[in-house]
Structure formats: C-alpha cells, structure tokens
C-alpha cells in the first residue's frame, strides 16, 4: 500500500506541469490467484486499450503477476509531463530488447518506453502506423502513408518503415499494397497483410513478401480481399485472416507455403473460418470472429480452435463455461505462455470502459477486471526486460 500512496503523491506534486491537461489517475485492483511461481519468467502483461478514433484517449494497462494486481493508466502516472499522454488510437504492442513499443496510429508515432518501469524514452514518427515488429536490432511498422480517409479511391500505395531500436533513427522505408496491416518475420522475409480498406469496394488482396537484407519487397502474393491478421508457426507456414466485404464475401482463413524449390509463399489452404483475430500456442491456434454483415446490421460471434498441424478445426469453443455469453464484443486475444491461461477482452460499447477476460487453459473463467477504452493488444513482460 506504501508503494500506490508515493504514486499518488507524485501525481499530485507533477500535475502543475500538465497545465490545462486532465491527469486521470492511475488505479490498481487486486486480483487475488493471479501471483506467479516463483520460477516463472513472466513478470507481467501489458494492455493498450485504442480508444474512440478522435477521443486522444489511448491508455496503458498493466497486469503484475509479481505483486498480484492489475494497473489502469499507468503511461499517465509514469509520464506525468508528456502533453495528451500517449495519443489516438493505440493499435499495436510490442516488447523487445527491454523497450515497449505502443503504435499510436492517428498520433502518427511509436511510443518507446522502458519496459520495466513504463518511462517513456521517446518517439518515432511514422503516419498512420499499424503494427510492428522486430529483426537483428531493427524496427518494421506498417503504414497507411496517406491520412486516415475512407473510402478514397485515389489512396497511395502503403509502406513498411524501418529504424533502428537503438537510436530511434528512421533508416528506410519500402513501398507495399494499400492500407498493409499485420505483419510477420520468417527467416529473412517480412510478410506483409494488404487491405485496400480506403478503396473499398476495390480491396487490395495480397501479402507482400520483403527482402530483408535488401529491404525491397520481392513478391506480391494474390491471397484474398481485405487482409488483416497474420502469423507464422513452427512448421514455417503462414496464417492469414480475410475480413472480406462485410456483405456477399464474408471472413476467411488462409494457410500460405513456400513453393517446392522456391522462397515464394503461395495459398495451400483455405479453411472456410471466419477469423477476426487469432493466437498460436503449440500447434494450436485459438480464434474468435466477430463478422458484421451490412445487410443484417449484426455480429455474427464465433471461435474455435484450430490444429495447425492438419488444419482441422478440433473445437467450436475455447470457453468452457458459458461464461462467453456475457462478452459483448471479443476484441483481443493472447495466451499466457507458461500456464496456457486465455485472455480475451471485451470493447463493450466501444465508448466506455471494456473488460479483459482471463480463462484457465480449461476454458473456465478465473477473474474479469475493467480496462480502459477498448482494450485490443497485449504483450507479456519476461523478468529480464
């Protein structure tokens, strides 16, 4: 309790400098059976909940497995002179050699920051980032280029940029589809999911596959309208997720593989899956899809569980209990990767606070706690970062 009181004292003390600038107050909440073993790697787990587009209100949870409970707000406490805190829209989190990475999409920045302590290092200026990822020391984001605008035809290409974790140095940028999004690295590729969401009804419908030591894109593979998801497994296959047009097309699951002799990925796969967002542990891939449909004005709520090994879908349900049915908008998905615990979060309303969900590997709900606004991305601390 020492310990929240100095936090709070601080707040007070620094909110001068914060001028005009509303400090909304870190909270904690205890969450009794969350400690971790002694001899577990995992200190914690990170949240960045987006926030409404326009709102400025994208905030940074924290989930303390050392000391038993879950931090709301903490970039604010930790960083109480930064002007409108970390920005708009939070869309991705990362974690790599002892930095946080919170991509802050309309903000048209990454936010660095010290893993251990929350404290804000600095930023990169990317427009319209997505999502990002690491190689050798260096940092690929995704990027619309162009300004968040719907349903622009005359849109410009997207790119993927690069900078150096080191110095936050923009070294480089190479040119991809329209609107990329997700991202994976696999051997000495990056692989790229392009959307086309401005140009809708025209969607973009390809992975681009970068060359890293050249840093060129080298292969532009035709997989589906409107991509968004991708991950790679460990048996070098890539999983790509379609969200389709929202109307006659709907969601979809793609399995990509090299070609016999050749570093080209092509679709051997279609699962047949609507899939919103997905996570691999062994060689399963839990999912969940919450597909709306224009015509209907509806969600249509799924998920499910994948072996990746024969593509069969071996489970309609990772929850075991019922207790789905009280998740108005699955929003988030990731997996605790010593105890197989599932977290998922809720967006609710989008408007107000959401809900992260934590189930045993069972599927059994264990605790639900608030979030911030539309809680989406997590990543897991490991006590040496």
């Not at 593979?221 to 389709?244: C, E």
Request: a negative charge.
């Amino acid at each position: 309790m020492g310990r929240i009181i100095v936090f709070f004292i601080v707040i007070m003390l620094l909110a001068a400098c914060r001028e005009d600038e509303v400090v909304v107050p870190t909270e904690y909440d205890i969450l009794p059976g969350t400690l971790a073993p002694v001899e577990s790697e995992i200190d914690g787990m990170y949240l960045v909940n987006e926030g409404n587009m326009g709102s400025n209100k994208c905030t940074l949870d924290y989930l303390d497995y050392r000391q038993g409970y879950y931090v709301r707000n903490l970039y604010a406490e930790r960083n109480p002179t930064v002007i409108k805190e970390l920005g708009d829209v939070g869309n991705d989190i990362q974690i790599y050699n002892g930095r946080l990475y919170v991509v802050v999409n309309c903000s048209n920045k990454v936010e660095v920051l010290d893993a251990a302590t929350g404290v804000r290092i600095g930023q990169v200026n990317i427009p319209n980032c997505r999502y990002i990822r690491f190689y050798r020391n260096k940092a690929y984001v995704t990027s619309y280029v162009g300004p968040v605008q719907l349903n622009n035809p005359d849109a410009v290409p997207g790119a993927v940029y690069r900078f150096d974790t080191r110095t936050l140095e923009i070294e480089g940028r190479v040119a991809v589809g329209y609107q990329p999004d997700e991202l994976c690295v696999l051997g000495q590729y990056i692989y790229v999911a392009n959307s086309g969401g401005y140009m809708a009804p025209n969607y973009d419908n390809t992975v681009s596959q970068i060359e890293i030591e050249g840093f060129k894109q080298v292969h532009k593979i035709p997989v589906a309208i409107n991509l968004h998801r991708i991950r790679s497994d460990r048996y070098g296959k890539l999983w790509v997720t379609s969200r389709g047009d929202y109307e006659s097309i709907g969601s979809n699951l793609y399995v990509l593989e090299k070609k016999q002799g050749r570093n080209e990925m092509v679709v051997t796969d279609t699962l047949n899956v609507p899939c919103t967002n997905l996570t691999i542990s062994g060689d399963s891939l839990y999912y969940y899809a919450t597909e709306w449909n224009n015509y209907t004005q509806r969600n249509t709520i799924t998920y499910g569980i994948i072996d990746i090994r024969t593509h069969q879908r071996v489970s309609d349900h990772f929850i075991t209990d019922g207790t789905e049915s009280d998740i108005t908008i699955p929003y988030g998905i990731a997996i605790h990767p010593e105890n197989g615990d599932i977290y998922v979060t809720d967006a609710k309303n989008y408007v107000s606070s959401g809900v992260l969900n934590c189930y045993s590997r069972e599927g059994v709900l264990k605790w639900r706690v608030r979030t911030g606004d539309i809680p989406a991305h997590m990543c897991f601390r490991y006590k040496d970062e």
